[in-house]
C-alpha cells in the first residue's frame, strides 16, 4: 500500500495509520484526538478512566421516522415531522435521478436523512444474483449520494427481503452492505413499528411505540425505534401521526436523530478506542481515537464519561463542553473535518481507473490536479467474485484483489467496481467523486470450464436477442440501452418476450432490474424504438452504460 505519510487528517491531528480492524470492521482511516481532563484531586486523577457513552446526552433510546420509496408526499411527511421535533430517514430508489435531485435535496433541507432503497426497488431481492444484488446496492448508494450529495450508509430492503431463514442468502446480504459502506439496515439494527400507514390509528401506535422503545433500551444503544413504512396517508392522517409523536415522545428518554446520526455514534462508541496518554497531578491526558465523518456519514460528537467528575476538559483540536446533568462531555469532531460538500461521478478515464480481473488487480491514477488534494482516500468497492469486498488506499497505485470465491454464482451476470474518492481540495473543502466500471461479456479466464460452456450458451442468447431486433429494424441504440441489463446468466429471466407497440416489459427480470426506468417505446416490426421526450441523459451526465440514468456527474475542475 502506498505510504501513510499522506496522512488522512489535518488540524494537529495524529495519523494512526494502518486501521485496526478488530476494532474497526469496515477499515475507515482514523484519527488521534487529545484530550485534558482536570481533576479536584491528584487522588481523582490518578484514579480516572474515561469512556463512551452508549447514547449521547443520557438518552435511553433512539428514536426517528423511516419512510420508503420517492413519493411526492415525502415532502408533507418531512413538515409534519419538523412540526413535531423529530427527525427522518427516507429511503429513496437510486435510479430516480430527477427525483433525488428535486424532492431528495428538499427533505435533507428539513433536517432528514437520505439511505438507500437500492437501484430499482425489485421484488425479488431473495431470488437475483449475487452479483445482480450487489449491482442493485452499490448503484443505488451512489445514484442517491450524486443526485442528493448526501453521503449514505443506511439501507432499507426492498418488499423486506431479508430471508432471515435461510442464513446463507442473509449472510451475502449483510457482508454486501458491509463492502459498500452500509451502517444501518432495517433487518438488523432496528425495533421498527408501524400504526396503519393509511389510516394512522393511535391506539396501534402507543402499542408499537412502547414495545419498539423498550427493545430499543433493552439492546444499549445496540438498535434504534423507529416509526412509519410509507407515506400513505392525507393531510389528516399527518396529523394525527404527529401528534401520536409528540404525546409519546414527551415523557422523556429518546435521542431525537435519524438512521445517519444513530449509525455513525454508534459505530464511533463501539469501535473507538480511549486510552491514557499520561498522568501529571491533576491532570489526565486521553487519546482518542476517531474515524472521520465522510465515512461515517454524520457529524455526530461522541460523549465521553469519566469515572471521576473532571473539573475542566479541553481539547486543542475540537471544542468540548459538559452536557446536561450525567457527568457527560460532548467531543465534536477535529475543526475543518466535515462531510463532502459536494458527491460527483466521473469517468474511469479521469481517475485512472482500472480492473484486470485475469491478473487480480485493480490501479487508481489520481489526476493531476489532484497534486493539490490533501486527505486522499479512496475506497474500491468490488463484486462478490472477490472474497476481500473492499480496498481502502491513501494514494493512487495498484492494489492486489487477493482471493476469489470458489462459489460459480458469484461469477454470473455484470460485475460491478467502483471507487469512491475522498480528498479536500486546495480550498480545503471536502469533497468526494465516484467512478464506475462494468465487465461482462466474456466469461473471465479462471472460471471452470462446465461455468464457461453456460454463459458462452446464455451469450448466443444475447446475441440471438441482437439478431431479433436487428431483422426488425428496431434501433441499435435502443438495444443498447436494454441489454445493458441482460445478464450471461438467464436462467432467472420468466416469460421472456416482447409486446410491441409498449413497453419491453415482458420479462419480469427485465422489470425488476430497472428497465422500467428506461421505458422504450416500440411500433409493431419496421420503425424505430425512440424513448420518451425528456428521458435521455445529457452528454455531460454520461459517466458510464449503468449509470447513464443514475449518476449525476458535474464538471470538475482539472483535466
Known sequence: MPSAKRALLLFSSVFVGAPALAANPSAFPEYVQRVEAEFATESDAAAAEASFSPLPNGARYAFFCRWDDNRAANVR???MMDAVGVKGTFFLIG??????????????ALGNAIGNHSLSHPSNMDTLPPNEVFRQILLGRIGVE?????????????????????????????????????????????????????????????????????????????ISADFGTHADCDEAGDTVQGRCIAENLSVGGAWRTHANAFAAYRYSSRNGRIAVAGRDGC???FDVVRFPPAFLGDQVPVELVFSRQPQT??????????????????????RGLGMPHT?????????????????????????????????????????????????????????????????PVDFEGIRIYAVSVDYMDEACVPRRVWSV???????????????????????????????????TALDSSGLADASRILVWHLTDLHDVGFRWGSDIVKSSYWRQTGISDWRLRGRPPGGPLTRPEGRSPAASHVVGPSLDATMNRDTIGCA
Open 437 to 471: 466500471l462494468e465487465r461482462r461479456g466474456e466469461t473471465p479466464p479462471f472460471v471452470s470450464a462446465e461455468q464457461g460452456r453456460e454463459n458462452r450458451h446464455n451469450a448466443a442468447m444475447v446475441r440471438g436477442l441482437s439478431a431479433l431486433v436487428a431483422a
Open 343 to 407: 458527491i460527483q461521478g466521473v469517468t474511469p478515464g479521469w481517475l485512472g481507473f482500472d480492473v484486470d480481473e485475469a491478473a487480480g488487480t485493480v490501479r487508481i491514477a489520481l489526476p493531476s490536479c489532484a497534486a493539490t488534494w490533501r486527505d486522499v482516500c479512496a475506497v474500491i468497492m468490488v463484486p462478490p467474485m472477490w472474497r476481500r469486498g473492499r480496498i481502502v488506499a491513501f494514494d493512487g497505485g495498484t492494489f492486489q484483489l487477493g482471493d476469489r470465491s470458489e462459489d
Open 95 to 108: 435510479g430516480k435521478s430527477a427525483y433525488l435531485q428535486d424532492t431528495g435535496r428538499r427533505l435533507v
Open 313 to 334: 476538559v479541553r481539547c486543542k483540536t475540537a471544542d468540548v463542553r459538559p452536557v446536561g446533568k450525567g457527568g457527560c462531555w460532548t467531543l465534536p469532531h477535529n
Open 146 to 222: 450524486t443526485n442528493t450529495w448526501w453521503t449514505v450508509t443506511a439501507f432499507a430492503m426492498p418488499w423486506t427481503r431479508w430471508c432471515m431463514g435461510d442464513p446463507k442468502r442473509h449472510g451475502l446480504f449483510t457482508r454486501l452492505l458491509a463492502n459498500t459502506g452500509h451502517l444501518w439496515n432495517d433487518g438488523h439494527d432496528a425495533a421498527h413499528f408501524s400504526a396503519n400507514d393509511t389510516a394512522p390509528d393511535p391506539g396501534k401506535f402507543r402499542a408499537g411505540f412502547a414495545e419498539a422503545t423498550a427493545r430499543a433500551e433493552e439492546s444499549g444503544g445496540t
Open 77 to 79: 411527511k418531512a413538515e
Open 283 to 285: 491532570t489526565v491526558a
